[in-house]
């Protein structure tokens, strides 16, 4: 199989738009396809003048997903020629994708159809009818197990985060769907419905959509898709953040079973904890190569966090959504930087920050804090928007779209928030109320004032 990545995708850097929404997802996804079929259709016409220099008398020609062969030739068994020749244009389908391992085989078949050309020897077999013989074997997901990778990369940038997500899905493939049992429409629907919980049937539904896609197959799973029930989730409060933040400490210097070598690692968990917790940050944003030096410069008046621009949104650099953390939360402590530095980071494979994640998500766990990681960074979805804060800043510090904000916000905006935001507007109100009123008095009073003024004036005019 051809070695895309270097040849294709060398000047290709995809959007930063995958943060979960639709259109996100589409945006990086159409960017790639465009990138793509532009360097196919270059390479297409290098074939194309090449076969024409070697006197080749067939052209190949892009139609849709796959490649066609165009070629003058003897008129089809039962066809006619409107001016009676005996030779007609024709358009060859052989099954060839629209890829790069397409082309090369395309080119061979030219190849070979030219030669027959050339010595005019075409017959119009089967093959180029269209007509198969005999049925080909179907692929089993044992043996497409053997060349997923090829297959999902053949159109694809291979970067740390798609490679990740490669990842995830071919273990996911490897204990649901392998098997002897051949590929077919069918077989991928059976084992879609053989799952009767929601989220694993929908992530079976995504890598049988994959699969049906690389191999052509004609389905589709929407109708296979089991409704969610909402789950509960707990996102803390404010003070309950700023409460549960010690429990590393205690949970560290306290458990008998710590070893006194580790004791102090307490210090990176709090720190991990008041990264997401400030700057609603994905707990991969602090361990996928953070700017940690920036975060300690006295450049940094405003305490913004630098995220690097291979995390899932790109490159951002992010106001604090509570200042006064910063400090409370000792977050510029340099002692506990480095050694988060040099506990955390430094990974060069996605399983390795895969690792690094959930060793803090372990560590919230191990220390009974009721509540993820991830929903620190819901807190603070939820708090920008009980603040005031125009959802366009707020979608941008956090780093995804105003559509996965508003998703986000109202998904999580439990009754304690709704009861939080009718009160806080309800006060709004009431101070402006209160505001009239007391422009209403002052307005009253300057009236008693200037009627006060005129009539000082006109007794002393008297006297």
Not at 39 to 60: D, M, P
Not at 94 to 107: K, Q, V, W, Y
Not at 127 to 149: N, P, Q, S
């Amino acid at each position: 199989m051809t070695d895309i990545q270097g040849k294709v995708f060398n000047d290709f850097i995809p959007p930063a738009t995958t943060d979960g929404s639709y259109r996100g997802k589409k945006e990086q996804r159409d960017a790639t396809q465009k990138h793509f079929r532009m360097k196919l259709k270059q390479e297409l016409a290098t074939i194309n003048q090449r076969l024409k220099q070697s006197k080749i008398k067939v052209k190949l020609l892009l139609t849709g997903n796959a490649i066609q062969l165009q070629a003058t030739l003897p008129l089809k068994p039962s066809d006619t020629h409107k001016q009676g020749r005996s030779n007609k244009q024709y358009k060859i389908s052989l099954g060839i994708p629209a890829n790069f391992d397409g082309l090369r085989t395309a080119e061979e078949e030219a190849q070979e159809l030219g030669k027959l050309i050339a010595r005019q020897t075409f017959i119009w077999t089967d093959k180029y009818l269209g007509v198969r013989a005999t049925k080909e074997k179907g692929i089993t997901f044992r043996e497409f197990y053997d060349i997923f990778e090829k297959k999902y990369f053949a159109n694809k940038k291979k970067t740390r985060k798609s490679v990740g997500t490669f990842e995830n899905y071919k273990s996911r493939y490897k204990s649901i769907f392998m098997s002897d049992e051949v590929i077919s429409a069918k077989s991928l629907r059976e084992i879609v419905l053989s799952i009767c919980s929601p989220t694993p049937r929908y992530e079976a539904i995504r890598i049988a959509s994959i699969i049906s896609n690389l191999l052509s197959i004609d389905t589709k799973f929407t109708d296979l898709i089991l409704k969610q029930e909402k789950r509960e989730r707990n996102i803390p409060s404010d003070k309950e953040i700023v409460f549960y933040i010690n429990n590393f400490q205690k949970q560290y210097e306290s458990a008998k079973n710590t070893p006194k070598s580790i004791r102090h690692k307490w210090k990176i968990y709090k720190l991990a904890y008041g990264l997401l917790a400030i700057y609603g940050l994905r707990p991969r944003e602090i361990v996928n190569k953070p700017d940690l030096n920036w975060l300690l410069s006295p450049e940094n008046v405003r305490n913004t966090f630098k995220v690097h621009a291979d995390n899932k949104t790109g490159y951002r650099e992010v106001v604090p959504f509570v200042a006064d953390w910063v400090e409370l939360f000792d977050i510029k402590n340099e002692a506990n930087i480095r050694l988060f530095q040099d506990t955390m980071l430094g990974c060069t494979t996605s399983r390795e920050l895969h690792l690094k994640v959930g060793l803090i998500s372990s560590n919230f766990v191990r220390s009974k804090i009721p509540f993820q990681p991830y929903d620190l960074r819901h807190a603070c979805a939820i708090r920008a928007h009980l603040q005031g804060v125009p959802i366009k800043p707020a979608s941008d510090n956090l780093g995804h779209t105003v559509e996965m904000h508003t998703k986000v916000y109202q998904h999580w905006f439990g009754f304690d928030n709704r009861v939080k935001a009718f009160n806080q507007a309800r006060q709004e109100q009431n101070e402006l109320q209160h505001a009239y009123d007391e422009i209403a008095n002052l307005r009253k009073r300057v009236a008693e004032l200037e009627l006060e003024n005129i009539r000082l004036r006109l007794t002393s005019k008297t006297k």
